[in-house]
């Protein structure tokens, strides 16, 4: 719901506020077809983010290993000799397009100084740790906050999350020492009763008492008072 003009906004104030783009920011990639995820790769690269977070065509259903593997060679290519530090983004719940782990290991194979990481979003723990067996060699990122403990203890380098957004400092000291908070797994258990964003928004609203972060740009619609309280109290609840 961000347009690419937007996008260059947004990296342009970051970078007006001081934001070390080249060591803060990840840009996301979300596009039906190769030139336009190729465009948008291309304004976060220009702009000197620290990488691509590229996530496959989301429009077709059901594609193959083989046509997936054809549209990332493609956006690559698209992007030219300036193409690096590009993260596969599996978040199959979303674009309904999963990211084998074959797949995975052809496009580092194909982009060795290209593709450099993954973060995995599908919420699969058996899938989460067959990926950090076969693919120790690449950056890889947990979206899911119940896996972070046990995916940095094999290997796993931290998280893209939305709960980063709502409680950081827990999240990093699961991070730094890798061991189960028991909170956060009740906190994202609560989170997916109601859809993902509008929810973590809502958190975000009570926690900075600004009813300015319920807002959301449709296609999603922001939770109704009532789902919000209802959040708001699991929250302090847990965290009491």
Not at 185 to 205: D, G, H, S, Y
Not at 211 to 231: H, T
């Amino acid at each position: 719901s961000v347009s690419l003009t937007e996008r260059e906004q947004v990296l342009g104030a970051l970078l007006a506020a001081g934001i070390n783009l080249r060591q803060q920011v990840l840009g996301g990639v979300a596009a039906a077809s190769v030139g336009d995820a190729g465009d948008q790769a291309r304004v976060l690269i220009d702009r000197g983010c620290r990488g691509v977070l590229l996530a496959p065509p989301f429009y077709f259903k059901n594609v193959t290993d083989e046509g997936l593997y054809r549209w990332f060679s493609q956006v690559c290519e698209k992007i030219g000799q300036r193409a690096r530090d590009v993260f596969l983004y599996h978040i199959p719940s979303v674009t309904q397009a999963a990211l084998s782990i074959d797949l995975i290991g052809r496009l580092k194979v194909a982009f060795p100084k290209v593709v450099v990481g993954v973060k995995d979003s599908g919420g699969d723990w058996a899938y989460t740790e067959k990926l950090l067996r076969t693919h120790a060699d690449l950056i890889l990122l947990i979206g899911d906050e119940r896996h972070l403990a046990a995916g940095v203890r094999l290997g796993a380098q931290g998280a893209i999350s939305g709960l980063a957004n709502v409680c950081p400092a827990i999240l990093l000291k699961l991070i730094e020492a890798g061991e189960e908070d028991p909170r956060v797994i009740r906190l994202v258990n609560e989170l997916l009763e109601f859809p993902v964003t509008p929810a973590v928004k809502a958190l975000i609203a009570h926690r900075a008492n600004d009813p300015a972060w319920l807002n959301v740009r449709p296609p999603l619609v922001a939770l109704s008072e009532a789902q919000a309280a209802r959040l708001a109290g699991a929250y302090d609840a847990i965290f009491a």
